[in-house]
């Protein structure tokens, strides 16, 4: 079932639902409220923000200071660099408070769950706004990601209801003489790591968590070392909804060394990763050196492809695919970065996605008129310029392929946003998950061959094809990703929203074949017993 959770306006007389497909349109009430919301909180920056271990504050003598991207003298503030010691504090706390949370009926732990977010909601412009600073976010997209934590959280409670707990009767046992009855019980597993990412701080960060309460494990969650404030914010709703002291915890710190001391811990029953696949397969390895199999939830980017088929909408698959390709500066695993399209139509599609990429207005993603913001820190900026280096000499640059250096832009981590075209397909960046705002275009002889391509790469998170329905049909049957999406402007190959289109990978692109926000997600922070009873 879909979630109803909404953003209430009265726009034309009907409610608006935010979610990453809807955002085009606001109604005027979001800026508002998001510009009164980036205002108290601009207002209020360079604070020392704690972790949060068994319900109380807790401040490390070593930091991380934070800067925003968007103008690297914003201090954002400090943050703590959490010692081994925090690590083992926040896990045993974890294991210690696991019976209890366990043992409270699901029902409860729904109610629990469900005033978290109720909390989260109230705060929802404020999160947005810290979302904006410290990741680089747009408006609309900061909004979107603290609505899509709720959202996931809910519709992880809704789950549990849907299923009744994962509490179902089996057969009977045919025992002459005896009655003999069994039921199948999922069960929580234990104390679980989620380990979030820097570019949806708020619901790959809630997400997950929530999905492992709302189930019965306990929780200790580490923030992206750039984008710790979001996850901090979370952690206040979930205190502040009568969750008890111990069941949820927060961290802050660096991959290399609170990260890896949490995946190191053989008290972590379960762990999730959202990030690169380098990183997500050392923690794979990592993981697996345990006395016995423990649940790992890996999601590791993706090498997104477009199709474009002599029979396609140009103006829409234009429009998806600039959205795709250069929403959040191209910072996202499910970002567009190679395009297929049948030459017969090639140079008139380029022609669409170079006007509507010239139309971006770059800038302080904070104001209302800039759509594409800054790269997360200066080791991406100095990426961009290595990939054009050896852009340039191997294709044609369409658009973009420059850093931005003068005037506003000097302070924060401005790239223009790019298009390639000619680049041989023996070119390792159509196989590298570049995570910058940077397309390359190929063109093709036949939906066959794109198919070829498209699937030709480690990576299987998402795709999109515009064409007719026959070949949407093929390309359903043949695609080898997780998310498809088929003529679709808002996004050629993003967008997914729980409840809607449930999001996560294939092959390099995901451990699990589930999807967050899906049908089948749930059952993996669980592991299931079998309840025989003979009379």
């Known amino acids: 079932m879909a979630t109803k959770a ?12 935010l979610t990453y497909a809807t955002m085009f349109n606001p109604p005027e009430e979001l800026h508002t409220r998001y510009e009164r919301a980036l205002k108290k909180v601009k207002a209020n920056l360079g604070n020392d923000i704690p972790m949060l271990i068994n319900g109380q504050d807790r401040i490390t003598r070593r930091k991380i200071k934070n800067t925003s991207p968007i103008n690297t003298d914003w201090f954002l503030g400090s ?35 469900r005033r978290a977010t109720d909390q989260m909601e109230k705060r929802l412009f404020e999160i947005a706004a810290v979302l904006s600073l410290e990741v680089g976010k747009n408006r609309m997209e900061a909004l979107g990601d603290a609505q899509e934590a709720v959202d996931l959280i809910r519709y992880a409670c809704d789950q549990m209801e849907a299923n009744d707990g994962y509490i179902r009767q089996m057969n009977d046992d045919p025992l002459k003489g005896y009655s003999s009855t069994n039921w199948s019980i999922m069960k929580p597993y234990g104390v679980w790591v989620v380990i979030s990412p820097f570019n949806f701080p708020g619901a790959l960060s809630g997400g997950p968590f929530g999905a492992a309460l709302v189930t019965g494990n306990t929780v200790v969650a580490k923030a992206a070392e750039d984008t710790p404030w979001t996850c901090r914010l979370l952690a206040e709703c979930v205190r502040s ?19 890896q001391a949490l995946v190191n811990d ?7 990763f959202t990030g690169s696949y380098e990183v997500g397969m050392q923690i794979y390895r990592s993981f697996g050196k345990a006395p016995y199999p423990r649940p790992l939830v890996l999601e590791m980017g993706g090498k997104n492809p477009a199709i474009v088929t002599r029979n396609a909408n140009l103006e829409r698959a234009a429009q998806g695919i600039v959205r795709s390709a250069f929403g959040l500066s191209g910072q996202k695993c499910s970002a567009c970065s190679r395009v297929f399209v049948e030459t017969s139509v090639k140079k008139e599609l380029t022609e669409l996605i170079l006007k509507y990429t010239d139309e971006i207005a ?9 759509w594409m913001g800054p790269v997360i820190n200066e080791t991406a900026y100095q990426n961009y310029g290595k990939h054009m280096r050896a852009l340039r000499k191997a294709g044609r640059v369409l658009a973009g392929g ?52 498209a699937n030709g790469v480690d990576f299987g998170l998402t795709a ?57 997600y749930l059952p993996m922070f669980m592991h299931e017993q079998i309840h025989n009873m003979v009379e």
């Open 79 to 113: 943050f703590q660099q959490a010692t081994n010691k925090d690590v083992r504090d926040a896990i045993g706390v974890a294991q210690d408070m696991f019976p209890v949370w366990a043992a409270i009926k699901w029902e409860r732990r729904v109610q629990l769950l």
């Open 402 to 453: 420059k850093t931005m250096r003068e005037g506003e832009f000097s302070k924060g981590y401005y790239c223009e946003p790019t298009v390639v075209d000619n680049v041989p397909q023996s070119h390792p960046l159509w196989l590298h998950e570049m995570f910058l705002p940077i397309t390359m275009i190929a063109g093709v002889k036949s939906f066959d061959q794109a198919m070829e391509l």
């Open 464 to 520: 999109g094809m515009y064409g007719s329905k026959k070949e949407a049909r093929a390309f359903y049957q043949q695609t080898q990703a997780g998310v498809n999406y088929v003529n679709r402007p808002q996004g050629a190959t993003t967008g997914a929203w729980p409840g809607f289109q449930p999001f996560g990978g294939w092959k390099s692109s995901g451990a699990t074949g589930k999807l967050a926000g899906g049908l089948y």
């Open 241 to 259: 909804a009568g969750i008890p002291d111990g069941v949820f915890n927060y961290i802050s710190g660096y991959g290399e060394t609170t990260g």
């Open 266 to 272: 053989p008290r972590v029953a379960g762990l999730t």
């Open 6 to 17: 909404k953003r209430k306006s009265k726009t034309g007389g009907k409610s608006f639902q």
């Open 362 to 370: 770059v800038g302080d993603p904070t104001e209302r008129d800039n």
